[in-house]
């Protein structure tokens, strides 16, 4: 399944998004050399900026406590070939996640490269979830930082699936200067469990338009799709511009999607609303404890 879409003005300051929709195998080899040949197709349809699903490369261990999967260290051999394909195909390449170790912790962690192949940013994810299906605190430790990288096409932030959730995250990272958010996401129904609360995907999505919204920055979020374990992957990738406006929305199959975007909408938003002028920092001190 393949989809493009524009909503650009002859003056406006566009850039191409690239969305890597995939499911994996048990195998980690053919898993990247999937993502890569989907990240390819991406950037020959004209993609700038592409993005890959979280822990793309393997299984989706986190749904079981005890999982026999090795970490790796970074620089290793997935973020050198990741660095390759940006450099190959002259594109910046957020990496979605690899499973990082350091030697004595590990974490999930998001490498944004430029297209040189250099690292322009690297983020260790912040909020850890600890759910039936996601025991992602008996694998991972807390990075303690946001990340923003300055790209030829903007300024780009990355956070990770958990943190879609948290308002906090994505101010802090607008804060920093970023223009557009980007999610490489692991997130699905769960066998078994009722979303007694609601629609589990429609809050998954309108909580991050409400950042895009909030901020006046456009929202990239990247899923996994397909059934690993008790955990069925709804995909649903998306994009929306920084007033809420759902750009492109996937379906629940495998593919490579580009997005164009108006980085200036997000200049006008703020012009107009006047959100981030009219803040009044000193009363959020609670935010802090």
Known sequence: MKSSFSRVGPLSRSVRLGL???????????NLRNALSMVSQAASRGAQIVCLP???????????KRSRVDPERIPG???KRLSEAARKNRITL??????????????????????????????RKVHIPQDEHYYEQDYFSSGDRYAVAKTRCGRVGTLVCFDQWYPEAAR?????????????????????????EGDWK???????????????????????VGREGGT????GS????????????????????????????????EAGWGFMRNRKARTYGALAR
Request: charged content about 20%.
């Open 202 to 224: 429609r809050a998954w999505e309108a909580v991050q338009v409400g950042h895009a919204v909030a901020n006046s920055v456009v929202v990239c979020a990247v899923n996994r």
């Open 77 to 79: 051999p997935t973020s």
């Open 232 to 235: 069925t992957f709804w995909g």
């Open 172 to 196: 802090a990272e607008r804060l920093m200067g970023a223009q557009m958010l980007f999610y490489p996401t692991a997130i699905g129904w769960l066998e078994g469990v009722e979303p007694t």
């Open 94 to 123: 957020v990496g979605g996640s690899i499973y990082e170790t350091d030697g004595r912790s590990t974490f999930n962690t998001c490498l944004t490269f430029d297209q040189d192949g250099e690292v322009l940013s690297k983020y």
């Open 238 to 269: 998306f994009v929306c511009d920084q007033f809420g406006t759902v750009l492109f929305r996937a379906g629940d199959d495998p593919g490579v999607f580009t997005v164009e975007c108006d980085l200036d909408l997000g200049k006008a938003v």
């Open 20 to 30: 890597v929709q995939m499911s994996m195998t048990e195998d980690r080899d053919t």
């Open 54 to 64: 979280e822990l793309f490369s393997v299984r989706y261990f986190p749904n079981a």
